[in-house]
């Protein structure tokens, strides 16, 4: 009997070594995948703060650089001022000064002619007295040009404000702060046809929102570029190549402040869905550049506008933009199809749902009683789709008809669920719109 149970014993304990093998496997793996999240944090860390001592010396070299350059701009001003009252006050002292030495040497040049008269020979005296006399009234000896006294000349000094350092002083020692944590925070980023849906949330509560903003930029370029500024806390970045990493980051501004907060930490996001384009060369329609946005031109002939391929998938939020109107008609229509048919006047038909642009809902064709708000400039009407089961439940969904889809139309302020019962299982479907008047532009996304 034990040299039976010893096998058994021996396979038990070999497959507790293998459970225990594994579980230490996943143990270490475990371990170095915390180890990697340890180093990311120590890397950021770091990193925001070898960033954070470069802007804070870049900062304050500007402004000190910037200080002494208005300094040095004031005080060539001051002597400057100084220069021009110095020129203008000296000026009529030389004046003066040019007056009064020419008075001298016509006074030394009298004295000498009256001194000589006075020696001359008596026969001459006469002649050289008379002529002096007469020259001596001539120069009005009584007449003497006034020089300014000491208090009516400018006596320049200079009044410096002793209290200017003290109030610097102040506001550098409250210039600039170091935050640790950004208020706000990336939350999620979903993948959209041709874009990414960015959201975010505060995380600092004592932190009172004016603004958000932002930012996005390709993983191997250096700049980032504005994407949105305003009050929503999520938003749609479109036009972004698929397959490809980007950079998105957020900061908001407080409520009064005019600066913008610490970035948050950037996270990489991506799309692998191409992006909805209208299908080009359709009779009545002009495409934008990108494809996604049509306008009904005034062409008296026009079907349904298609698009390129059937790039809309359940689960995502297909999104009509209306940036023009024209004249309602309720054979307008705005949605979704199973089928591209050439011939159709409109997606009023079988196998689509959509909404008119009076507001008036149609499912294979057949207006439903329930209605949305009418259509105009600015309006967005949103499609969500689910795949749903029907009784009794089947496990193969391409069971004729056992497929049906649960439709959410949304338009203004409210929305429409129904369920869209088909006959065949669908994956992806095409959607179109088509307009009967002119003037129409819708940006679909």
């Known amino acids: ?29 475990e371990l170095q995948q915390r180890l990697h999240g340890l180093n990311q944090a120590r890397k950021q860390v770091r990193g925001s703060a070898t960033q954070t001592r470069e802007a804070l010396r870049r900062h304050f070299q500007d402004l000190e650089a910037g200080v002494l350059r208005l300094l040095n701009e004031r005080l060539g001003a001051l002597l400057d001022e100084v220069d021009a009252i110095e020129q203008d006050s000296v000026r ?18 009298l004295l000498r002619e009256g001194e000589a008269a006075i020696r001359c020979n008596i026969g001459e005296k006469d002649d050289k007295l008379g002529s002096f006399t007469k020259k ?32 610097v002083s102040e506001r550098i020692a409250r210039h600039g702060s170091i935050a640790s944590h950004p208020p706000v925070q990336i ?22 929102v004016q603004d958000y903003r932002l930012q996005f930029r390709r993983s191997n370029a250096s700049q980032y570029e504005d994407a949105y500024i305003g009050k929503d806390s999520e938003f749609l970045v479109l036009h972004l190549d698929p397959h490809t990493d980007h950079l998105f980051r957020v900061c908001a501004r407080g409520d009064g402040r005019s600066e913008w907060s610490p970035w948050s930490v950037p996270q990489t996001g991506y799309t692998t869905l191409a ?28 079907g349904v506008l298609y698009s390129s391929a059937p790039t809309y ?27 591209y048919t050439s ?33 105009s400039v600015g309006s967005a009407v949103t499609f969500d789709m689910e795949v749903v089961s029907m009784f009794p439940v089947t496990n193969n969904i391409n069971d004729a008809g056992n497929f049906k889809l649960r439709v959410t139309i949304g338009s203004g302020n409210r929305e429409v669920v129904f369920d869209w019962l088909l006959d065949q299982a669908v994956d992806c479907l095409f959607f179109g719109c088509s307009f009967v008047h002119p003037g129409w532009k819708v940006l679909v996304f």
């Not at 009529?92 to 016509?106: A, F, M, N, R, Y």
């Open 1 to 29: 009997v034990k040299g039976k149970r010893r096998p058994l014993c021996s396979e038990t304990l070999l497959q507790e070594a293998k459970e225990n093998i594994e579980a230490a496997q996943n143990y270490r793996a």
């Open 92 to 109: 009529p002292l030389d004046d003066c000064q040019k007056l009064i030495e020419h008075g001298v040497s016509t006074a030394d040049e």
């Open 136 to 167: 001596a009234l001539q120069i009005q000896l009584d007449s003497l040009p006034e020089v300014p006294a000491l208090v009516d000349v400018p006596c320049l000094s200079a009044q410096l404000d002793d209290s200017l350092l003290p109030s």
């Open 187 to 208: 939350e999620e980023l979903v993948e959209r046809p041709g874009g990414v849906l960015v959201r975010w949330c505060k995380v600092d509560e004592d932190f009172t």
């Open 275 to 302: 992006p909805h384009e209208w299908c080009p060369g359709s009779d009545g329609y002009i495409l934008s550049s990108r494809r996604n946005m049509a306008m009904r031109n005034d062409s008296s002939t026009c």
């Open 313 to 339: 998938f359940c689960g995502q939020t297909l999104t009509f933009k209306i940036l023009a109107a024209g004249q309602v008609d309720k054979r307008d229509s705005l949605g979704v199809c199973v089928e």
């Open 343 to 375: 011939s159709a006047e409109s997606l009023q038909k079988e196998k689509a749902v959509c909404i008119s642009t009076n507001g008036a809902v149609f499912v294979n064709g057949k207006e439903m009683t329930n209605q949305l708000p009418a259509i």
